[in-house]
């Protein structure tokens, strides 16, 4: 059996060979490919679609109730505060929910408690310190300006100056501002205060009990010595 070759070529007797005229058209075959019809769906990085997600399953799209972790207490127990230190409320009711999210046991809540506390306190008490240091420091100073007896004497000094100069509740005033703010321990305010108020703790000329009886008198009138008695003449000359 031999090989038939079929062939789609239209024979050149056929109307579709020859042109209105007669001429007969090119039957060769066209090689020229159809160029590809643009797509609007969007094929680069930028433009592409994102799939479709998956249809969810049943019960796959629900939001699940979020649940306290294993170790933490369906409620916590009154929190132990150290000696000094007092919850604030909103604080600790923050950190309740956080400690239920984080799922800790009320004994690791408590250690969590307790560093926040102290250190707190820490920091509260921190100034306080600073403050009686600074002052020891300066009581320091006023004795390396006054050594010896003299810082004693000054503050001495000083206490008696304003008691003696200003009315009983402006001194007391003066005296409670001076510890308020400090300044009484100030070397430079103590130092100043004493050199301001030294004229009226210094001391005043004595008071005498007034001039002798014989000195009242006129000359006169004194009893005579015995060298006028004896030398008249000679004492008049004097």
Known sequence: MSDATVTTDTPMNSPEARSPDGTMLDQSPSTTPTPPTPSTDGESFLTEKDSAPPEPKEGEGAIAKPEAP???PEKYADFKAPEGY????????????????????????????DLYANNALQANEAPYKAWAELQKEWKTEISNRFPGDKSTQVRSDIAKAISSTLS??????LNKALDLTGAGSHPDVVEALSIMLRPLYEGTPVKG???AATGQTSKSDQPRSAAEAIYPHLMKNQ
């Open 209 to 211: 009990n007034g001039p």
């Open 70 to 72: 294993a170790g933490a």
């Open 86 to 113: 007092t919850f604030d409320d909103q604080t600790l009711t923050a950190a309740t929910s956080l400690f239920k999210e984080m799922g800790l046991s009320q004994e690791q809540a408590q250690k969590f408690v």
């Open 168 to 173: 009983p509740s402006l001194a007391r005033s």
